[in-house]
């Protein structure tokens, strides 16, 4: 009886096992590893199976001599992030799926290594404090790529700021820029389009990292065209985007300011010799636009010459009556091979115009209008000095120049000086009809938070009496680059009308 159970027995087991199938679920397939980092990694794997009840994620490194179980995954999961790695190490994972039927072959086995430790920093100076936390960080002028940064430096002995972008992938803020000391802005670019971007910054020195900044969030363009969208988004124009911009204003010959005549007025289509209106050129010469082969007639032509890391220079100085109202108008051609180099880090403004008076090296008064780097081009600025004092730029935002631009432009001016003791004078710039420079409404810079400030009465030296186009381009150029400038005018009044 003892020995017939036992035959009853196995021949029941072998039963079961016939019908039980396949004995695990099938493995877990394709497993990667990615946001690799001095201490972590994730894992991302495949499930093939709709049976197991977990997965089991194995790590070999290379003091182990087997297999080690280092966590347990929900079933239906399929990544999981490994932590507490030693830096600069090489490590083994694979994946295994569980269910009641037992363990499944493990998946394909990933082999990565982790990053470097972080540096660590010597000890400071005795007595060297941690630099204060910046202040105001703002992202704007955002495109599809880009934005601009700025922000208020509250310390004077950082060696450095760092900008930090939030990275979803690996959960941590991640250093995307390193600004050198006293800076207050950056031009962020490189960005994904139509994404979502967290930034911060924070500074440094000897002692460590500063407490960081406020954080902000944007979201970049979207690729394509986004005319119709009822946004005047950056990049468009009145001529480019009429259903969200508006349609653009005239920039045929009429004054916008001196509507009613003027003490002085010039005019030159470029077509023949020079008068006695304009002053000293550098790299400028008249005849057909060298970049625009389409331009009919003369122009003059202001030639950068190429250098691999220098910068480059081309003007025209102009004269005219001492004057306390003048308006300028003209038309520049912005080359298709334009493209805004940051040679020189925060040294990379290129000037558009100038007007001051008395000596250039010590002007009575002086304001430029320059741009600097921007994603996509060039954003002008606004920089106003006097009597020893000066206040910076002014960054409105926008763009003017675009990178392989190709185009002509409407570039307008009027300048009025303070009529009394106390009071203040008024520059604004048009570009293409809109404007781009106002010291009414200039954001605070340099110190100074009302520009109107800028432009004080400067009693027996209140007057403009000199100018110049184009000019100093700090950066440079990889190769010939040549604007062209035609339909030139320009009106002044000595007294206020």
């Given at each position: 009886m003892r020995a017939a159970t036992a035959i009853l027995f196995v021949f029941f087991a072998g039963c079961v096992g016939e019908l039980a199938g396949p004995a695990s679920s099938g493995a877990p397939a394709d497993l990667a590893v990615e946001a690799i980092t001095d201490s972590s990694a994730r894992l991302r794997w495949r499930d093939t199976s709709d049976d197991e009840d977990a997965f089991l994620v194995e790590l070999r490194g290379p003091d182990d001599a087997r297999w080690i179980e280092v966590a347990t995954v929900e079933a239906g999961g399929v990544t999981h992030r490994l932590t507490g790695l030693a830096s600069a190490t090489e490590y083994r994972g694979q994946v295994l799926a569980r269910s009641e039927m037992g363990v499944s072959p493990p998946s394909n086995v990933v082999v990565f290594?982790?990053?470097?430790?972080?540096?660590?920093d010597p000890p400071p100076p005795p007595g060297l404090e941690l630099p204060s936390a910046p202040e105001g960080f703002v992202v704007a002028d955002?495109?599809?790529?880009?934005?601009?940064?700025?922000w208020t430096d509250t310390s004077d002995d950082e060696d450095r700021f760092s900008i930090e972008a939030w990275d979803g992938?690996?959960?941590?803020?991640?250093?995307?820029?390193?600004?050198?000391?006293d800076a207050t802005r950056w031009v962020l670019d490189g960005l994904t389009p139509g994404t979502e971007h967290g930034m911060r910054v924070s500074a440094y020195n000897a002692a460590g990292q500063s407490d960081v900044s406020n954080e902000q969030w944007f979201t970049t363009l979207a690729e394509g065209p986004s005319c119709g969208d009822?946004?005047?988004?950056?990049?468009?124009?009145?001529?480019?985007?009429?259903a969200d911009c508006g349609a653009c204003p005239p920039t045929g010959g009429d004054w916008l300011h001196l509507t009613g005549g003027a003490d002085f007025e010039v005019t030159d289509d470029f077509e023949g010799a020079a008068g006695s209106f304009w002053g000293h050129g550098a790299w400028t010469r008249r005849g057909p636009c060298e970049s625009d082969p389409a331009a009919v007639g003369s122009a003059l032509n202001f030639r950068f010459q190429p250098d691999p890391s220098g910068d480059a220079m081309s003007e025209q100085r102009f004269g005219f009556p001492r004057s306390v109202q003048v308006?300028?108008?003209?038309?520049?051609?912005?080359?298709?091979?334009?493209?805004?180099?940051?040679?020189?880090?925060?040294?990379?403004?290129?000037g558009l115009f100038m007007f001051w008076s008395g000596p250039y090296t010590a002007a009575n008064f002086a304001c430029h209008a320059e741009h600097?780097?921007?994603?996509?081009?060039?954003?002008?600025?606004?920089?106003?000095?006097?009597?020893?004092?000066?206040?910076?730029?002014?960054?409105?935002?926008?763009?003017?120049?675009?990178?392989?631009?190709?185009?002509?432009?409407?570039?307008?001016?009027?300048f009025e000086l303070a009529e009394r003791e106390g009071d203040f004078g008024r520059v604004?710039?048009?570009?293409?009809?809109?404007?781009?420079?106002?010291?009414?409404?200039?954001?605070?810079?340099?110190?100074?938070?009302?520009?109107?400030?800028?432009?004080?009465?400067?009693g027996a030296v209140n007057f403009l009496d000199q100018g110049y186009l184009l000019g100093w381009s700090n950066s440079g150029y990889d190769e010939l680059t040549v604007f062209c400038v035609d339909d030139f005018a320009l009106r002044a009044n000595a007294t206020h009308r």
């Open positions: 290594v982790t990053a470097p430790a972080p540096r660590v955002v495109t599809r790529t880009g934005a601009i940064a700025t992938a690996s959960g941590r803020w991640i250093e995307v820029a390193a600004p050198e000391a009822g946004t005047c988004a950056p990049g468009e124009g009145c001529g480019d985007c009429e308006e300028m108008r003209y038309r520049i051609f912005v080359p298709p091979n334009y493209r805004h180099r940051d040679a020189r880090g925060s040294d990379n403004n290129k600097w780097r921007t994603p996509g081009g060039s954003q002008p600025s606004l920089h106003c000095y006097y009597a020893g004092r000066d206040y910076g730029h002014s960054y409105p935002g926008g763009r003017t120049f675009e990178t392989e631009d190709g185009g002509w432009h409407d570039v307008r001016v009027f604004i710039a048009y570009w293409d009809g809109a404007v781009i420079l106002d010291n009414e409404t200039a954001p605070a810079s340099g110190g100074l938070d009302d520009w109107r400030r800028a432009i004080p009465h400067r």
